[in-house]
């Protein structure tokens, strides 16, 4: 029976991530990002055919200073055309209490996935980027670990 459980959890596991096609997370220096510092994240699409999921992956301490993180997202092909941009907000932490969302390994470090491009499709094969620029009221954020894309294949529905 642990042996089956076992095969379950690791077969579970392994088709999570069989439609990913990217996904890098960057780590900030001095836990903090800076306004005019943009993340950026190259990847290539080798099968335009399909419409794919795009999450932006935060990674926060308990040192973030307000509820709400706010990001804007510039999706560009390999010409540097703008393809998609949105400026996007998530709560990290409950409003009124305080308390933190997000999965947590670790006591005071906290992980987050967020969808920002739902079901798109690429008008070619090639390579694409996402910069990511934060747009808090601070020009340096502190309590932010890391920051990352994730790019994978919409599951039919």
Not at 134 to 143: E, I, M, P, S
Request: aromatic share 14%; charged share 25%.
């Amino acid at each position: 029976m642990k042996k089956l459980l076992i095969f379950i959890l690791f077969g579970a596991l392994l088709s999570c991530e069989s439609n990913r096609i990217f996904e890098e997370n960057n780590e900030l220096d001095g836990r903090q990002w800076l306004a005019d510092v943009p993340e950026v994240f190259p990847f290539e699409v080798t099968d335009n055919s399909q419409s794919y999921n795009i999450y932006f992956n935060i990674r926060n301490s308990l040192d973030y200073p307000f509820s709400r993180f706010f990001v804007e997202y510039i999706l560009t092909d390999s010409a540097g055309t703008e393809l998609k941009k949105n400026l996007t907000s998530q709560y990290l932490f409950e409003q009124k209490t305080g308390k933190p969302f997000g999965n947590s390994a670790i006591g005071d470090v906290f992980d987050h996935q967020f969808k920002i491009i739902e079901k798109y499709k690429f008008p070619y094969k090639g390579n694409y980027q996402l910069s990511l620029k934060q747009l808090n009221r601070a020009d340096t954020l502190k309590g932010v670990i890391s920051v990352g894309v994730r790019v994978e294949t919409a599951l039919p529905e």
